[in-house]
């Protein structure tokens, strides 16, 4: 795995619309070495790429996307509101992005905290991820995140080798160490702003890796750099060029 790894934060969200093929094209054009996306359940509990919780800010519909099926959201234009030009652009499935993403880059499944239930259905988003990643032979290709830490968890019980990381907005604490190695965790996904090379160096401690992500498309990079993270998710590859001072 490189060091540092550059992840593109929605795909290349910089310059194509966000969690678009577009933009996962983009990112492998642009050299990413691995992709983050998001996903959500539809009403019908397919797979779908998406970050919000309603389809409003990224499409021409509005309501919530798992009140909406597979069909509809497929029919929605995922690509006019960031520029007119990317008008033919969907919604994906994971398992699209899976098959542009194999054989050329990692990709970090961002699993949506409002897609886990307490009851874990046989088709419980989580065992959905599993199976299709089984499926399509890329178990060594992934990293699985999310903010729902006892989804990880579940995760971990169904498949002892697959890649975990604990996103979190809050600085490392007693907590996230807790769970960290209840899971038998990966990696460690803070918001950039409150890291800092004590956080960096007691998670290096552990063994995991330190992935900070862009908020608004704003990340210092030389300074995570400085720190010794593991890599960064960034919204625009230029970003992905800098280096360590």
Same mark, same amino acid.
């Given at each position: 795995?490189?060091?540092?790894?550059?992840?593109?934060?929605?795909?290349?969200?910089?310059?194509?619309? =966000?969690?678009?093929?577009?933009?996962?094209?983009?990112?492998?054009?642009?050299?990413?070495?691995?992709?983050? $996306?998001?996903?959500?359940?539809?009403?019908? +509990?397919?797979?779908?790429?998406?970050?919000?919780?309603?389809?409003?800010?990224?499409?021409?519909?509005?309501?919530?996307?798992?009140?909406?099926?597979?069909?509809?959201?497929?029919?929605?234009?995922?690509?006019?509101?960031?520029?007119?030009?990317?008008?033919?652009?969907? $919604?994906?499935?994971?398992?699209? *992005?899976? %098959?542009?993403?194999?054989?050329?880059?990692?990709?970090?499944?961002?699993?949506?905290?409002?897609?886990?239930?307490? %009851?874990?259905?046989?088709?419980?988003?989580?065992?959905?991820?599993?199976?299709?990643? +089984?499926?399509?032979?890329?178990?060594? =290709?992934?990293?699985?995140?999310?903010?729902? @830490?006892?989804?990880?968890?579940?995760?971990?019980?169904?498949?002892?080798?697959?890649?975990?990381?604990?996103? !979190?907005? !809050?600085?490392?604490? =007693? +907590?996230?160490?807790? @769970?960290?190695? +209840?899971?038998?965790?990966?990696?460690?996904?803070?918001?950039?702003?409150?890291?800092?090379?004590?956080? *960096?160096?007691?998670?290096?401690?552990?063994?995991?890796?330190?992935?900070?992500?862009?908020?608004?498309?704003?990340?210092?990079?030389?300074?995570?750099?400085?720190?010794?993270?593991?890599?960064?998710?960034?919204?625009?590859?230029?970003?992905?060029?800098?280096?360590?001072?």
């Amino acid at each position: 795995m490189p060091t540092p790894l550059f992840i593109a934060h929605r795909g290349y969200s910089a310059c194509y619309p =966000e969690n678009t093929l577009a933009a996962f094209n983009g990112a492998i054009d642009a050299g990413a070495h691995m992709i983050e $996306l998001d996903v959500c359940l539809s009403k019908d +509990r397919h797979l779908v790429v998406i970050h919000d919780e309603t389809v409003d800010r990224t499409t021409n519909g509005t309501g919530a996307v798992k009140a909406l099926t597979m069909d509809q959201l497929d029919r929605l234009d995922a690509g006019s509101w960031f520029d007119p030009r990317f008008n033919t652009e969907r $919604l994906p499935t994971l398992a699209q *992005v899976l %098959d542009a993403a194999k054989g050329h880059l990692l990709v970090n499944i961002e699993i949506k905290p409002e897609a886990f239930e307490a %009851d874990g259905p046989a088709d419980a988003v989580e065992r959905q991820v599993l199976n299709l990643v +089984r499926g399509k032979n890329m178990l060594d =290709e992934v990293l699985v995140s999310s903010f729902e @830490w006892q989804m990880l968890e579940n995760l971990r019980k169904l498949e002892p080798g697959i890649a975990l990381g604990l996103l !979190a907005e !809050a600085p490392a604490d =007693e +907590r996230l160490i807790h @769970w960290y190695q +209840r899971i038998n965790g990966f990696s460690w996904h803070p918001d950039f702003r409150v890291l800092t090379r004590q956080q *960096v160096d007691s998670l290096h401690d552990l063994g995991a890796r330190v992935f900070p992500y862009a908020v608004d498309g704003r990340i210092d990079s030389l300074g995570m750099l400085a720190m010794g993270v593991d890599g960064l998710i960034v919204d625009d590859p230029r970003q992905m060029t800098a280096r360590q001072p």
